[in-house]
T-cell receptor
Framework: QQQVKQSPQSLIVQKGGISIINCAYE??????FPWYQQFPGKGPALLIA?????SEKKEGRFTISFNKSAKQFSLHIMDSQPGDSATYFC????????????FGTGTRLTVIP | DVKVTQSSRYLVKRTGEKVFLECVQD?????MFWYRQDPGLGLRLIYF???????EKGDIPEGYSVSREKKERFSLILESASTNQTSMYLC?????????????FGEGSRLTVL
């Protein structure tokens, strides 16, 4: 079964808008939540990550919001740009050094000019 | 700059053929991984290795095997390729330590089995 549920599957946003991708999990042992960004023809690359001791982490236009009680976390992309068009994967693992990193199914984001 | 190199970007094989996918990393990482990426299913772990000659099954190991004879190299082997193994295969590596959560991925090997 899918350990991390991700939605939506695809997302179209106007340039300058806010892109929001949501993920949910059940396993309370998860304590490290990275997001990976994948451009066409490339492998995924780490974008931003959070641990559950904080409710929000911001890096530039990218923000992770984390709700531990609801077991949900989301990625917000502010002022979305066409260059942000990519597939985004959320993931979760019981510890940053653990080998079993569970990925969501991915969201294909298209930012239209 | 860190680098994970997958030697074959595109392969076309016939059912029953033996397939080797090679991956090399230049970061002296202990951990290496093989994932399979399919639309709507995300990334699923096939096998990983935490040291030379050591391997562990991931979520979908059936039909696959791996080899790690040197620290920098991790190979995925399909003993007898089948059409349901048509997919994108991604190799990744990661260092050792509690905050080494970042996976470094190669660019992928797209395998088509006819």
């Amino acid at each position: 079964q899918q350990q991390v549920k991700q939605s939506p599957q695809s997302l179209i946003v106007q340039k300058g808008g806010i892109s929001i991708i949501n993920c949910a999990y059940e396993n309370t042992a998860f304590d490290y939540f990275p997001w990976y960004q994948q451009f066409p023809g490339k492998g995924p690359a780490l974008l931003i990550a959070i641990r559950p001791d904080v409710s929000e982490k911001k890096e530039g236009r990218f923000t992770i919001s984390f709700n531990k009680s609801a077991k949900q976390f989301s990625l917000h992309i502010m002022d979305s740009q066409p260059g942000d068009s990519a597939t985004y994967f959320c993931a979760a693992t019981p510890g940053a050094g653990a080998n079993n990193l569970f990925f969501g199914t991915g969201t294909r984001l298209t930012v239209i000019p | 700059d860190v680098k994970v190199t997958q030697s074959s970007r595109y392969l076309v094989k016939r059912t029953g053929e033996k397939v080797f996918l090679e991956c090399v990393q230049d970061m002296d990482h202990e951990n290496m991984f093989w994932y399979r990426q399919d639309p709507g299913l995300g990334l699923r772990l096939i096998y990983f290795s935490y040291d030379v000659k050591m391997k562990e099954k991931g979520d979908i190991p059936e039909g696959y095997s791996v080899s790690r004879e040197k620290k920098e190299r991790f190979s995925l082997i399909l003993e007898s390729a089948s059409t349901n193994q048509t997919s994108m295969y991604l190799c990744a590596s990661r260092g050792f330590g509690p905050w080494s959560g970042e996976l470094f991925f190669g660019e992928g090997s797209r395998l088509t089995v006819l």
